[in-house]
């Protein structure tokens, strides 16, 4: 009876547990992914759910294996890109029960569609279509000599233009842009024609003419919850109340809110929510994290990842150097790992490591081993054989000489490895951002999806600034550490 009493009081203190976990909702790097997802999350907590929110994420796949692996619980998909890019089939026009019934073993589900279709598109200036005379795609295949720069999700995917290229014939050669710079690229003359998301602000701000799909090659892309089965039955029953709410126009409103009136994601979601009656939302401006926040969260996500590659490949490079095949092959191995990019490297760790900071940790150590164990090899290495000789000669042993010629005549080497690898770091952990880690990525990532360049310059300066001051910190150590004899020969003052 007692043991009975006990594992209803376990089940029931579990139960209560999971029941009170916060709902966590991500979103894609992208302006409209931003406010569906702040739509959803308003109107979850107008309903007495607690909401985490997770925004900015990388690409589709960033944001599937997230949702996969329980890292957040919903985004705002496009079944497009459901069918075309996840589940890698040919339905044009994919229904939402013959989504569900794909994704159901992975333990999702999608949820009745917003209404409206953001489909693919291509634009290009206003005043450069009426001066050639281009209204169709089909028509760009006479004008091969117009520039044309792609995102580079769009340029990679399947439905996106590999297909578009043998659909329409198309023989240019377009380079890859991120999807926010592409319209500044655009307004400014440096390229002609790139994609679009049919429903984009953008669109009306740059004066953009979209070109008719006279072969009928995008997908439909309706926009839908993307959530894991899991979700609790009144969230999704909450969710459901946004099923057919936005058509075309609406969405496009409301992203030229955004993009044109510079309004945040969290005040046209909540005036949204008002006007449509689902719930009587108060604005509460939603506040980031501040300058001071993202900068401590940056230095604390380097000082990791530098701390541990100090621990990894000090060591190592001491034990093989004199080896000079094995050090040769751990060097090479170590270079394999920087040749990887790193938002590849990031979104390939989601699926064992999650999102948040210990992917962005652990990437930044890889990162961080190369020129650490590079220059701590090559400045052992390279000391004067006669001085190795005379240690020799006076009786040290070889633990003795390690300690007390050989790593006092690298240190200067070895130093500048470490800041190095410092300074990679500060710039690579602003792409932690991607995958939800924070820092000073954040706003950048914000910015590139809003166009804003104050933004952009909210992470962009503090991160140069701490590049610098991580140099003038290790300028100092140097001249704590090492004899004023051995700096000669660098870089003057």
């Not at 594992?7 to 569906?36: C, D, M, Q, R």
């Not at 944001?63 to 339905?91: F, H, K, M, P, R």
């Not at 992203?255 to 945040?264: A, H």
């Not at 979601?269 to 994290?289: C, H, K, W, Y």
Request: glycine share 10%; proline share 4%.
């Amino acid at each position: 009876m007692f043991s009975r009493v006990c594992l209803v009081l376990v089940l029931g203190l579990f139960s209560a547990t999971v029941s009170s976990a916060p709902i966590i909702v991500g979103s894609k790097n992208f302006n409209e992914g931003y406010l569906l997802a702040e739509i959803m999350a308003q109107l979850l907590e107008a309903d007495g759910f607690e909401v985490e929110r997770k925004f900015g994420l990388g690409g589709t796949m960033v944001c599937y294996e997230a949702l996969v692996n329980g890292e957040i619980d919903l985004y705002a998909e496009y079944t497009g890109t459901l069918s075309q890019a996840i589940l890698g089939t040919n339905d044009l026009t994919p229904k939402v029960s013959e989504l569900n019934s794909q994704v159901r073993d992975r333990g999702l589900a999608v949820l009745a569609s917003f209404g409206f279709n953001n489909t693919y598109a291509i634009a290009l200036k206003n005043e450069l279509a009426n001066r050639r005379k281009i209204s169709r795609v089909s028509e760009l295949s006479q004008h091969p000599e117009l520039l044309m720069a792609f995102s580079l999700e769009f340029l990679n995917r399947e439905d996106g233009w590999p297909g578009l290229a043998r659909t329409y014939n198309l023989s240019g050669r377009p380079t890859g842009i991120e999807h926010g710079l592409a319209y500044q690229a655009i307004d400014e003359g440096k390229i002609d024609i790139t994609d679009a998301y049919s429903t984009d602000g953008d669109l009306a701000r740059y004066g953009l003419t979209v070109l008719e799909d006279d072969r009928g090659y995008f997908p439909q892309y309706l926009a839908v919850p993307f959530v894991r089965s899991s979700l609790p039955e009144a969230a999704k029953d909450s969710l459901g109340r946004l099923a057919g709410i936005l058509d075309d126009e609406k969405i496009r409103a409301l992203n030229s809110r955004t993009v044109i009136e510079g309004k945040s994601f969290g005040e046209v979601a909540s005036t949204f929510i008002r006007d449509e009656g689902l719930a009587d939302v108060p604005f509460e401006e939603q506040m980031g994290s501040s300058m001071l926040d993202n900068t401590i969260t940056h230095l604390k996500l380097t000082a990791i990842a530098l701390g541990f590659g100090c621990l990894f490949g000090l060591p190592l490079g001491i034990l093989v150097f004199r080896n000079r095949s094995l050090a040769r092959g751990v060097v090479y191995l170590a270079g394999l790992l920087q040749t990887v990019p790193s938002i590849a490297l990031l979104a390939l760790m989601i699926p064992i490591f999650g999102i948040g900071e210990l992917p962005a940790v652990i990437a930044l150590f890889m990162y961080s081993i190369l020129p650490i164990l590079r220059n701590t090899i090559t400045a052992l290495v390279s000391i004067d054989p006669l001085l190795k000789r005379v240690a020799e000669a006076i009786g040290l042993r070889r633990s003795e000489q390690l300690w007390h010629v050989l790593l006092p005549m690298a240190l200067p080497t070895i130093l500048a490895g470490i800041k190095t690898a410092a300074i990679i770091s500060i710039g690579t952990a602003t792409l932690a951002a991607f995958i939800g880690a924070g820092g000073l990525g954040g706003p950048i990532v914000t910015g590139l999806a809003l166009n804003d360049t104050n933004l952009i310059l909210q992470g962009a300066i503090p991160a140069a600034g701490l590049a610098i001051v991580v140099e003038l910190l290790f300028e100092g150590l140097e001249r704590l550490l090492v004899k004023p004899h051995m700096l000669q020969g660098q870089l003057p003052d």
